[in-house]
């Protein structure tokens, strides 16, 4: 946590976004890696490493699928992710006086 | 924009100041949130307005017919076009909104099957009480009545009780027909239809879906 009670793996501008995409879908419910790729506009590469760190602190789960030749990965925020995102939500409130 | 700079300045405690951070997370949010909306408020605004336009000026065609004979043959292909034209729509936003979305908020086969079957129930209702001469088989509103307790009932298992709320309404707005007599239905279908439309585009306007 830093000073100001902001989660540093949430407090960075991209992992802030994906982790508020995942978070306006109802519990429960997956993404395709593809669409949230589209959604938060960064290159396969780049979204692939900010998942891993989301994903290594247990913020979200990722499944890879194979239907026939393809494979489709899909993304969900996990209960501890969703946690994290209210409380880094409450801080910044706090910090703020309020949003 | 570049991200690369832009999350290693950031992951090295770079200028992303709580302010920043409020606004992306409002507008993101937000986005995010009008993206996987399945029945965004424009959508059911417009269905609401067209809904009125097409039942109204078949109940202005039918209102003064003595005796009762229905639409004229030039209001039915208005009107087949204009269900068919609506369905069309209602599909195509809710897939484009629910594309890489998997989970609960997908309706399951077994939904579906509900869901058509209260429309086959509609019709087989329909043309039993046309069999039975039961004036109630004209009326628009009579066909309401299956498929919005069928919603309820789908919406209610799924504990969105606000889809669970129009499901509802829309059986109300079929049952309330049916005191319109024949003529009075389709304004009453219109006029019901129309309010439980737009006001469920204000609710979500107001308050979108988690």
Known sequence: MNDDGLDPLIHVPTRLKIVATLAALPDGDTLSFTRLQDMIGLTPGNLIIHLRKLEDADYLTSEKTKNGTVSITTVALTGQGRAALDAYTKALRDLLGGL | ?210
């Open chain 2, 1 to 210: 924009m570049n991200h690369t700079s832009d999350s290693t300045a950031a992951d090295n405690g770079g200028t992303f100041d709580p302010q920043q951070a409020a606004t992306l997370l409002g507008q993101t949010t937000g986005q995010a949130r009008r993206k996987f909306q399945p029945s965004p408020p424009w959508l059911l605004a417009t269905r609401g307005i067209a809904v009125l336009a097409a039942l109204g000026a078949i109940w202005l065609t039918v209102r003064g017919q003595h005796p009762y004979r229905g639409p004229t043959a030039a209001d039915v292909p208005v009107l087949i076009g204009f269900i068919v034209l609506n369905f069309a729509a209602t599909v195509a936003v809710r897939e484009r909104a629910m594309a890489g979305v998997s989970g609960r908020s997908r309706f399951s086969q077994g939904e579906i099957a509900v869901l058509a079957a209260s429309w086959v129930a509609a019709a087989v209702l329909i043309a039993a009480l046309a069999a039975a001469k039961v004036s109630y088989a004209h009326y628009p509103t009579t066909v309401l009545i299956i498929p919005g307790l069928a919603w309820a009932a789908v919406e209610a298992v799924r504990a969105e009780w606000r889809e669970c709320v129009i499901g509802l309404a829309v059986t109300a707005v079929g049952v309330a027909g049916l005191f319109a007599g024949s003529a009075g239905s389709w304004l009453v279908a219109g006029v019901g239809l129309c309010v439980v439309l737009v006001g469920h585009a204000a609710v979500t306007a107001w308050r979108p879906r988690a």
